[in-house]
């Protein structure tokens, strides 16, 4: 019997390369985004991750097609950058709607179903960026950072259920991502090292791993009889996620603001 998933935001990037991982595995694989359409034997449905009810419906239409839901991948987000003193707080608000309870909005959608057959597997895409906060890239660190911490709490919740959860956190990573970033040189002349610390991010995206790397974590993370909590992808990645953990949060902050602003404040000891 086939298994049947769930990818958000499958229509492009990280998420179209997993969907396509998947089937190619022997997925049933069914597509949740605004924008799409059916594509290498994956099925699209229209669905807003941010509209609750959006969501319930397109995962009420895979309950009622297949009977149900072995696994969700939610992936579907999008990044902005800029001060934090400057940024909108729509836009602020969107990048947690998005990244945080699009992913909220999906667990609450397939949760019962997986509950009733006692089993389901849940992976959300984080970053090293949740571990390592980014500057300028503040609202997507803390979304990423949220999506850890509820994975973590949410592992323990559904453990009785025979249900298994986990976060995948990619480094760098060429996709679409990178050019439908929304960027705000707001307060620029002030903030002097925005745009270096933007570019030096965006090069790094644009020379990055394929999607396909992050999805071979993806199936892995899937296809485990037991799956890790967390998952980071990309050797270099895994040793910035070791540093960070034996190093002092105050050393590791300015090693970060070494690499991405044009000066560093000095480290307070």
């Not at 949740?32 to 669905?47: C, D, K, L, M, V």
């Not at 696994?71 to 836009?91: K, M, Q, R, W």
């Not at 890790?228 to 050393?251: E, S």
């Amino acid at each position: 019997m086939k298994k049947i998933a769930i990818v958000t935001g499958g229509s492009s990037g990280i998420g179209k390369a997993a969907a396509l991982m998947l089937c190619e595995n022997g997925y049933t694989v069914y597509e949740f985004s605004r924008r799409g359409e059916n594509y290498s034997s994956i099925f699209h449905i229209t669905a807003d991750v941010t509209n609750p009810a959006s969501i319930a419906a397109a995962a009420a239409k895979v309950i009622e097609k297949e009977g149900r839901i072995d696994l969700l991948v939610n992936n579907a987000g999008f990044g902005i950058s800029g001060p934090v003193e400057f940024t909108d707080s729509a836009d602020a608000h969107a990048q947690l709607e998005v990244n945080f309870y699009g992913a909220f909005n999906c667990i609450q959608a397939v949760l019962p179903q997986m509950r009733a057959q006692a089993s389901g597997r849940i992976i959300n895409l984080s970053s090293v960026a949740a571990p390592i906060a980014i500057p300028y890239q503040s609202f997507y660190s803390a979304a990423k950072a949220a999506i850890n911490s509820l994975t973590l709490a949410l592992r323990n919740e559904v453990r009785p259920f025979g249900i298994q959860v986990c976060a995948v956190q990619p480094g760098d990573i060429r996709t679409g991502f990178t050019a439908a970033r929304k960027k705000s040189h707001a307060g620029s002349h002030i903030y002097k090292s925005l745009d270096r610390a933007v570019a030096v991010m965006e090069h790094d995206e644009q020379n990055g791993m394929a999607p396909e790397a992050v999805a071979k974590v993806i199936l892995k993370a899937a296809n485990a009889r037991k799956c890790r909590a967390l998952y980071t992808v990309g050797a270099q990645y895994k040793l910035f996620t070791l540093i960070n953990k034996l190093l002092p949060a105050t050393t590791v902050n300015w090693l970060v603001g070494r690499i991405y602003l044009d000066t560093a404040p000095k480290q307070n000891r």
